[in-house]
Each structure stands twice: as structure tokens, then as C-alpha cells.
């Protein structure tokens, strides 16, 4: 098979993704062979590829939203059959026996695994996955739609219920790239009366008009003081800055939850008066349970969300990296793999 591999840590910049002819991997017990056709591209492969969350193996292929076909089934797999449509997402694996797993928290499990940081992900023509980790894609989307559901739209989805939001609320969403434009489509969907309002950097247009396009009640700079009180809000950005704007915006026992895997500058010093007295939290979301997935995409359907995508061919790996890390990915990422 084809794939696009890394062999070790690197800066985007350097283009380090190689596409090398692999064999086709082989389903152990209870895991099915999937035959890639879709694969979201996700901020977490920036982190990985430059360290900051580093794969526990080399060569290594990432990617981590893939949609894709069975056409194998490991020794007593059973759930789903030749020819189903399925996705996997980041959590890859978990132990199911640890005071975590048992409470519900896979995504906190010592021993899990994460696709793409762990085991081989979706950039690629072929996976294997246990069975267990796999979920059925609804109808509606293409397979290039339901790419970044799996884990831009999984991961804001836990990361809005996290915020405590009710309906009649003020959300605020800073940044607005693949997760925030899923999470407002949610939000304005579950909560009619709530206002959301969106904080970008300057000059970000695209990701502008495409939160104006879905509804966002006011756009504004990072830095920028709300219109009103944020209730809650979620940081979907890479860097630290927008942690303290949002918890000076934050309204009295609001709550700001970070959606974010690594931050590539630091938060800066807070001043507890301004940003954390009056019961403000301050929260992060770690990786994503089954359920997540289990409960999102029927509601992604329902809704419906409708992900706006920029396609690249496999090959175009490193390229679509790179313009994600610059910011200039309208909606979400998805890499083209077989038809
Ligand atoms: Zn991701
Ligand atoms: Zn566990």
C-alpha cells in the first residue's frame, strides 16, 4: 500500500512526511482491515510531527479522523462486515480494567493507545483497528464530510458539553478552524437562544465569513473585550494568549475550557482578581472517549452539520500541514485517499 510515513520529529516546514510503499497490513484478533478512503488533517499532527507530542514509534503514519471501508476481518471479529463504512477516531484503544476506564474516562486511561501516535492511522491506503474502536458513519455524509467529525467534531463536542452550557447562554469560541466551525453548528442547534460570539486574530477573513455563514451573533478580535459577558467559552486556539482573553471575558462562575492537545507558547501570567476570582474555572479537554463518537455522529446527522472541507491528495500531506499551521485551511482538512 501507499503511505505517507514519519520517521522523526521535524518541523512541518521541512515537508517530513515520505510516501513509501508499505505491505498491506494484516487484522490481528478482533480487528478489522479498513480500506482508507478519507483522512481529516489535525492540529494534533502538528504537535506530533514537531514533538511537542511526540509518536511512541518510528516510522510512524498519523492521522486520526478516517473514514473508510472494511474489507478484512481479523480472527472472531463480528461487528461489522465486509464492505461496511466505518471511522476511527483518536482513541485507538483502551485497557477497559482501569479505575478510569471503569468510571467512563477511557480518554484518562494510562495504558490507551492513539491512532496516528501509537498505532498506524488513516494516512494511508490501508488500517487495522479493533473492532471495538471503529463506529458506523451515517448515511448523510460522503466519506470526505465525515472525516473531520471524527475528531474536530468529536473532541468540540466534548468540549462544549464540558463548558456546562445551557440554552439562553453566551459562548464564546476563540479561534475558528475545523472544531470551532462543527462546535457553533452544534451549539446554535442544541441551545436556539444562546449567542455565540467568535474571536480570531486580525485579518482572518475566511474564518471570519464562514462564522458570520454559520451564524455567529459577533466576531471579534482575540484581544478583544465581548459585548456581552461569556457564560462560557472554548479555546480552540494553538497558542496561550486567548486562556487569559477569554477568562477576562468570562462572566462570574463561568467556565473556559481549553481544547487543545499541546500550546506552542505558554499561557501568560494570570492575575487572579481579573481572571480567576468569582468562581471562573479553567479546564482542559484530553483526547475523546467512545462515547463521544457513539453520541455525536447520529447528532451530527440530525442536525445536520455540514463540514466545510479543503481536499488534498494523499500525497499533498506535508502542503496541507503546513497551510493548517498557518491558519489559512478554510473549515477542515481532509486528505482524498482511494476512491
Ligand atoms: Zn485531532
Ligand atoms: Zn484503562
Redesign the pocket.
Known amino acids: 500500500m501507499k503511505a505517507m510515513v514519519l520517521k522523526k520529529v521535524s518541523s512541518v516546514e521541512k515537508r517530513p512526511l515520505e510516501l513509501v510503499d508499505l505491505p498491506d497490513p494484516i487484522p490481528d484478533v478482533r480487528q478489522i482491515l479498513v480500506q482508507v478512503t478519507a483522512c481529516?488533517v489535525?492540529?494534533?499532527?502538528l504537535d506530533e510531527i514537531e514533538g511537542r507530542a511526540a509518536p511512541s514509534k518510528f516510522p510512524i503514519i498519523l492521522g486520526?479522523?478516517v473514514v473508510g471501508k472494511v474489507v478484512g476481518l481479523g480472527p472472531g471479529a463480528n461487528r461489522f462486515q465486509q464492505g461496511d463504512r466505518v471511522g476511527i477516531a483518536?482513541i485507538n484503544w483502551a485497557c477497559g480494567q482501569c479505575a478510569f476506564c471503569l468510571k467512563g474516562q477511557e480518554n484518562l486511561c494510562d495504558a490507551a493507545k492513539w491512532t496516528g501516535k501509537d498505532a498506524d492511522g488513516g494516512y494511508a491506503q490501508y488500517t487495522v483497528v479493533s473492532e471495538d474502536f471503529a463506529y458506523p458513519i451515517p448515511e448523510r455524509f460522503t466519506d470526505l464530510e465525515a472525516a473531520p467529525l471524527l475528531?474536530?467534531g468529536v473532541?468540540g463536542y466534548r468540549a462544549l458539553r464540558l463548558t456546562g452550557m445551557e440554552d439562553g447562554m453566551v459562548l464564546g469560541l476563540y479561534g475558528f478552524g475545523a472544531s470551532a466551525h462543527i462546535v457553533i453548528q452544534a451549539a446554535k442547534y442544541k441551545y436556539p437562544n444562546a449567542k455565540v460570539f467568535v474571536f480570531t486574530r486580525p485579518h482572518q477573513e475566511e474564518h471570519r465569513n464562514l462564522a458570520r455563514k454559520l451564524g455567529a451573533d459577533w466576531i471579534g478580535d482575540t484581544g478583544d473585550a465581548s459585548p456581552e459577558k461569556l457564560n462560557c467559552a472554548i479555546d480552540f486556539t494553538p497558542v496561550g494568549l486567548p486562556v487569559r482573553e477569554a477568562l477576562r471575558n468570562l462572566e462570574k462562575g463561568g467556565r473556559v475550557v481549553v481544547n487543545a492537545?499541546r500550546k506552542v507558547t505558554p499561557i501568560p501570567e494570570l492575575d487572579y482578581t481579573e481572571h480567576l476570582w468569582y468562581e471562573k474555572e479553567l479546564k482542559s479537554v484530553a483526547n475523546v472517549t467512545r462515547r463521544d463518537a457513539q453520541e455525536f455522529l447520529p447528532l451530527a446527522a440530525e442536525i445536520p452539520i455540514v463540514p466545510e472541507i479543503q481536499e488534498f491528495e494523499l500525497n499533498d500531506a506535508n502542503e496541507a500541514l503546513i497551510l493548517l499551521k498557518e491558519g489559512k485551511i478554510r473549515g477542515a482538512g481532509v486528505l482524498r485517499v482511494s476512491e
Open positions: 481529516g489535525c492540529h494534533t499532527e486520526h479522523e483518536w475528531c474536530a473532541v492537545i
